[in-house]
């Protein structure tokens, strides 16, 4: 017969005395009773056992936590159960005890009594600590990067498995939004994206041939405000314990500025080859005499339609014979001394076999990186020799330095702006998502295999980019619609939605999920399109109800935790047993109950988990019926093949006699604990291997100025600059290590706004111990502990190369604006004594249509000449302030003609435009044959008349007008095709800009002239 509640809950000390767990029976006035296990982990010594009737539990815990566990205990004692409990215990010798504690209530000699379990979980916390430390080094190292941090894999799944969170700094998304979205940077690339997708191809054969190399290219994504960024991607492959790229590292870094300034260098470099172009002199480069670049006006000197007649052939073909010898000896010559400064002259032969007399001066540059000659060729045959003197002193030698100090600075600004990255790793854990978006249609625009699978599994069909998920459907479509496309309709009012859901899919199984619904705007702040994101979060809701379950009411000490207990006798029969044992059989050898029953004892035979562990168990129960205690650890899979990892205790039980009668054991699961274990030694191995072997210089110290902690490039950094090595508890004495007074008042003004609680980033010069300068950009950020900084960590990165190439380019630029303006000066000038000579000439003519072509060619050149006084006198190079530049030339044009303002008046109406120089010469030109027409012919006699002027840009497009109010054109005149050789001007002009003219004249109503053309 069964006996009593009371009887079978009645306490055994004889088994408790037997247990490897520490065991107290206790209530909140004394302790009745401690097995060995407590005795020793308590420390308690014999006398104070004769007394333990007067000892209160309440002595060895910590105070904070009596209050609670006093009211725990009379919950208890009336029956109820509660979940295990952490707390802190002194021993009786003073020691610290961090325990866990499962309590219930049992009987004791008839009395109620609490029963507890102790188990020592001090090494668990200081476990856990390490991982808190580690994480907080690589949230210090992440958060305090010049650089954007991201974990990314191809395979299984593409998708981000981390991002640090200063990329809200550098692009202005959180990391949850990249995260979201593998395609994040996909989606935002600026200019060639088919070469962004090329490297994303390669990237991914890497990982899925696991071919391992290191990679880095650029390119220009926009920000969140817009605004466009170019990033630097320095790509390093993160292997796993079999040697297989598990996913990427990705250090992302802000390069716009050093990218901006190759591509300005790009632009200048553009500009010197268009001034070389357009220059009046010939000029070659060649390679050991094949020719690599030539201007237009060396194809006019050797009449030749097009560059590659002359690209790619021996330079030395294009000489007369007998002076070939002498061409390839100066070459040979040039080539060993590096500049001939002498010019020398030589004969060409053009296309049509004539001789050309010409004067060749050379230098030796570098020219895409190689050694090349430089030559300006002068027909001295058609110019007088203070041309030649000109050109040769002032175009030919300035042109060439120019285009030599162009190309070695490009050179050595490409090579510095490469900089280093170093390695960063961490494993982080994330499950599978279901990604998806549809547009206003209801239309799925997008998704990925996951969403894919997931709607087979559930509806049978097989989704199509472009389709309607309920017009697929057969059953359940109208609850597919009322469910999501009341939420569709809400993500496009603009909400953003978030929500747990619960499927049942294939085969009855259910599925638990977490929605994310977001509106995608387009540039009008529009929303087009819903992005939906499901994560899968089962295993955890599972979790969450195997949780509810287990904290149901504890039974008596075979019943209580998760232990596996029993009994066993030299027959190896079980006598005894709690549920876990029956469960764990029944798991590993897919039985019903306990396998083995004897018939008259009712009692089992023990089989072993696999026939391969039987030698084990054996060897370990021969130790127990010697009469000793023993514990092992076993790991068993069972029939599904999961692994499990147990504790094993076995305890031999003793009759009266002394004699070992049966043996107890105790099985607890630690498979979650070794796991946890082994995570948490290879998380701390990488996160200390990431703090030591980062690129950047990183130290801590306390608010006694020493040194807490640092990684290898700090020592290194001290080491250089002061010339002693630190160490833990080195005082940071900056009167002692450098004496540089400022260098120290900038440090310990720094130091002691961070020790204020304010994060602080500066830049500071200095020179290591070989006297060279060396800049670092330093950021300062306090470490808080209950809102008080107890320390300052420190990273400081070298920015002495970028420093110095920054310096060298805006030295580089600004010698480069000094010799454009001197260029632009010189041609001014050069047309201002064309002027002078034109003016002097007429001095001597005294025909009057003879003096008004001369006035008229004078006009044209002083049009021309405007417009390089106005690139010298300003900063730009490239561009022209048109409307100020048409109206200096309209007052100058009808100045140059005597008209009083009583006659002809000038009305202007001009918007500020600037264009290029190729269009502002052709434009200005226009401008001037127009004026000059309508004060000529326009107004006759004493007539008076306006001249009006209009220019305003519309939608990239120039329009320019130009009428008068004159007597008009004779009707029979036909525009375009006319004697006039100013009309013919403005024709041949506007083909050269592309430009379209309408020409409307009206007798006695004037004249109007009106002309578009792009910027």
């Avoid at 002194?90 to 504690?101: A, F, H, N, P, T």
């Avoid at 560059?307 to 294009?318: Q, R, T």
């Avoid at 019943?559 to 469960?583: A, D, F, L, P, Q």
């Avoid at 580089?812 to 047309?831: A, D, P, Q, T």
Wanted: net charge positive; hydrophobic share 35%; with cysteine.
């Amino acid at each position: 017969m069964p006996g009593t509640q009371k009887q079978q809950s009645e306490i055994n000390l004889k088994t408790l005395e037997q247990l490897p767990v520490a065991i107290a029976l206790f209530d909140n006035k004394k302790v009745y009773y401690l097995n060995r296990k407590a005795i020793s982990l308590f420390k308690f010594s014999k006398q104070q056992l004769k007394t333990i009737d007067k000892i209160n539990i309440f002595s060895l815990l910590d105070p904070k936590h009596h209050k609670r566990v006093r009211e725990n205990n009379i919950q208890i004692l009336k029956g109820a159960k509660y979940p295990s409990i952490e707390l802190n215990f002194k021993d009786y010798q003073g020691g610290d005890l961090q325990l866990e504690i499962n309590s219930n209530i049992a009987y004791l000699n008839g009395k109620k009594v609490i029963q507890s379990a102790f188990t020592e979980i001090t090494e668990r916390k200081k476990t856990e600590e390490l991982l808190k430390e580690t994480k907080e080094k690589f949230e210090l190292i992440t958060n305090n990067s010049y650089d954007i941090i991201t974990l990314y894999t191809y395979f299984p799944d593409e998708k981000y498995l981390y991002v640090s969170p200063n990329i809200k700094k550098i692009l202005g998304y959180s990391a949850e939004e990249v995260m979201k979205d593998y395609n994040f940077f996909n989606k935002r690339v600026i200019g060639n994206r088919a070469d962004f997708l090329k490297i994303d191809s390669h990237l991914r054969g890497l990982q899925k041939k696991n071919k391992i190399e290191n990679y880095k290219y650029t390119y220009k994504v926009s920000k969140k405000n817009k605004e466009e960024v170019w990033l630097e991607n320095s790509l390093v492959p993160i292997l796993d314990e079999k040697r297989k790229i598990r996913f990427f590292l990705n250090v992302l870094r802000d390069v716009t500025n050093q990218k901006e300034k190759e591509i300005e260098l790009q632009l200048q470099y553009s500009n010197y080859q268009n001034l070389l172009d357009s220059s009046q002199v010939a000029y070659v480069i060649h390679s050991q005499g094949t020719i690599v670049y030539c201007n237009k006006e060396l194809l006019k000197l050797l009449k030749r339609k097009d560059k590659k007649e002359i690209l790619g052939k021996f330079a030395v073909d294009f000489f007369v014979p007998e002076d070939r010898k002498r061409v390839v000896s100066r070459i040979r010559e040039l080539y060993k001394t590096k500049s001939l400064n002498q010019p020398i002259e030589y004969k060409l032969v053009d296309s049509k076999g004539n001789k050309v007399q010409v004067e060749i001066m050379s230098n030796l540059i570098k020219y895409n990186k190689a050694p090349c000659i430089v030559s300006s060729i002068i027909n001295i045959s058609q110019q007088r020799q203070l041309e030649r003197e000109k050109l040769r002193g002032e175009i030919t030698e300035q042109n060439y330095k120019v285009l030599e100090k162009e190309i070695v600075e490009k050179q050595l600004a490409q090579e510095r702006l490469i900089e280093k990255t170093g390695r960063l790793t961490s494993i982080l854990e994330n499950t599978n998502h279901l990604i998806w978006s549809v547009n206003k249609e209801k239309k799925v625009l997008s998704f990925n295999r996951n969403f894919y699978k997931a709607l087979f599994d559930k509806y049978h069909v097989k989704i199509n980019e472009g389709c309607r998920v309920d017009e697929l459907i057969t059953d359940g479509k109208q609850e597919y619609i009322d469910y999501w496309y009341a939420l569709y309709y809400k993500a496009f009012k603009g909400n953003k939605l978030e929500f747990e859901r619960e499927d049942v899919g294939k085969n009855n199984k259910i599925t638990y999920r977490k929605i994310f619904i977001n509106p995608i705007y387009d540039n009008n702040k529009k929303v087009i399109e819903v992005s939906c994101i499901a994560h899968d979060i089962t295993e955890a809701k599972v979790y969450e109800q195997q949780l509810k379950a287990q904290s149901a009411k504890l039974h008596a000490i075979f019943e209580s935790g998760s232990h596996i207990v029993w009994t066993i006798n030299r027959k190896r029969e079980i006598t005894s047993c709690n549920k876990n044992y029956e469960e764990a059989i029944s798991k590993l050898q897919k039985t019903k109950g306990i396998s083995g029953k004897l018939k008259p004892e009712n009692s089992t035979i023990i089989k072993h988990a696999l026939d391969e562990h039987l030698e084990v168990w054996e060897k370990q129960y021969e130790i127990a019926f010697t009469g000793r205690s023993t514990e092992f650890i076993t790991e068993v899979s069972d029939v599904k093949g999961g692994k499990t990892i147990r504790q094993i205790y076995l305890q031999p039980i003793f009759n009266q006699e002394g004699k070992v009668e049966e043996v107890s054991g105790i099985a607890h699961d630690i498979t979650d604990k070794k796991i946890s274990e082994q995570k948490l030694y290879n998380q701390a191995a990488k996160l200390n291997s990431i703090f030591d072997s980062s690129h950047h210089y990183i130290w801590t110290i306390d608010v006694e100025q020493k040194l807490t902690s640092f990684n290898k490039n700090y020592f290194d950094l001290i080491a250089s600059l002061y010339n002693t090595q630190p160490y833990v508890g080195l005082v940071l004495n900056r009167g002692i290590l450098s004496n540089n007074k400022d260098y120290n008042e900038l440090l310990k003004h720094h130091y002691q706004k961070a020790f204020n609680g304010t994060s602080t980033n500066f830049e500071i010069e200095t020179l290591d111990k070989n006297y060279n300068k060396i800049y670092l950009d330093i950021f300062l950020n306090p470490i808080l502990e209950n809102n008080k900084t107890i320390e300052v960590s420190g990273i400081a990165h070298d920015v002495t190369d970028k420093r110095i190439a920054q310096q060298r380019m805006e030295q580089s630029l600004k010698e480069k604006e000094v010799l454009l303006k001197e260029v632009h000066h010189r041609v001014k000038n050069n047309m201002q004594v064309i002027s002078s000579i034109l003016n002097l000439q007429s001095s001597y003519v005294s025909d009057e249509y003879t003096l008004a072509l001369l006035k008229e060619s004078q006009n044209r050149i002083k049009t021309m000449a405007y417009i390089h006084e106005s690139l010298y006198q300003n900063k730009s190079f490239t561009s022209v302030n048109f409307s100020d530049y048409i109206s200096t030339l309209s007052s100058n044009v009808i100045q140059s003609y005597a008209v009083s303002e009583g006659k002809v008046k000038l009305i202007l109406n001009l918007e500020k435009i600037n264009l290029s120089l190729d269009n502002s010469i052709p434009s200005g030109l226009i401008v001037n044959e127009l004026i000059t027409n309508a004060i000529k012919h326009a107004f006759p006699g004493q007539r008076k008349g306006l001249v009006t002027i209009n220019l305003k840009s519309e939608n990239n497009t120039v329009y320019l007008e130009v009428k008068d109010n004159g007597v008009g054109f004779d009707p029979s005149i036909d525009f375009r095709n006319t004697n006039s050789l100013g009309l013919q001007l403005v024709n041949t002009l506007a083909d050269q800009i592309s430009a379209e003219v309408n020409f409307k004249s009206e007798p006695d109503q004037g004249t109007t002239v009106r002309i578009a053309f792009k910027m």
